[in-house]
T-cell receptor
Framework: GAVVSQHPSRVICKSGTSVKIECRSL??????MFWYRQFPKKSLMLMAT?????????EQGVEKDKFLINHASLTLSTLTVTSAHPEDSSFYIC?????????????FGPGTRLTVL | GNSVTQMEGPVTLSEEAFLTINCTYT??????LFWYVQYPGEGLQLLLK?????DKGSNKGFEATYRKETTSFHLEKGSVQVSDSAVYFC??????????FGDGTTLTVKP
């Protein structure tokens, strides 16, 4: 149980285009999902916390107009990188918290590798 | 704010050697502590966790004990295998659900 999927697993896009990444909790309902960014050989950086039915909470330094987050249902959150540039190339990972579980449990998706040309 | 400090890598060991990866933390309150493992090109997998002081998390031969007095959660394994080669992340999650990760330690195990 507690499986989180991400789609796509890899995406290559041209500079200036927008890319949408989906995060789904497959066998549980997630009131809260988290979006992280990981640079090569670096740790995870929390970008934002996504709560179902409300606006996402962004960490300091993360542009909310560039990284649009929507959490429309208890099993789906999306991250849209708008007007992508090469510096947005990174590994994006989501995690989800089970609404019925303990508050500290987070289950991670497999990640999405974004390459902006 | 909260922070997690991990032993710097990379760590290179021979198969069947003993592994220790140090992790210390600073946090307000009583966070839960985790070790995650990341294989090349993949996301994070939970390796083990401990939710209160003196708890020992264990999985696949790995162990870590939540030491409140030393604010540590060191990862150990008695005999590593080549398949253990990966990046290991120590993390804490507060009661409010806020997570903080260490920088990761790359482990390479040679036959």
């Amino acid at each position: 149980g507690a499986v989180v999927s991400q789609h796509p697993s890899r995406v290559i896009c041209k500079s200036g285009t927008s890319v949408k990444i989906e995060c789904r909790s497959l066998d549980f309902q997630a009131t809260t999902m988290f979006w992280y960014r990981q640079f090569p050989k670096k740790s995870l950086m929390l970008m934002a916390t996504s709560n179902e039915g409300s606006k996402a909470t962004y960490e300091q330094g993360v542009e909310k107009d560039k990284f649009l987050i929507n959490h429309a249902s208890l099993t789906l959150s999306t991250l849209t990188v708008t007007s992508a540039h090469p510096e947005d190339s990174s590994f994006y990972i989501c995690s989800a918290r089970d609404r019925t579980g303990v508050i500290h449990e987070q289950f991670f998706g497999p990640g999405t590798r974004l390459t902006v040309l | 704010g909260n922070s997690v400090t991990q032993m710097e890598g990379p760590v290179t060991l021979s198969e069947e050697a003993f592994l220790t990866i140090n992790c210390t933390y600073t946090a307000t309150g009583y966070p839960s502590l985790f070790w995650y493992v990341q294989y090349p090109g993949e996301g994070l997998q939970l390796l083990l966790k401990a939710t209160k002081a003196d708890d020992k998390g264990s999985n696949k031969g790995f162990e870590a004990t939540y030491r409140k007095e030393t604010t540590s959660f060191h990862l150990e394994k008695g005999s590593v295998q080549v398949s253990d080669s990966a990046v290991y992340f120590c993390a804490l999650i507060t009661n409010a659900g806020k997570s903080t990760f260490g920088d990761g330690t790359t482990l390479t195990v040679k036959p």
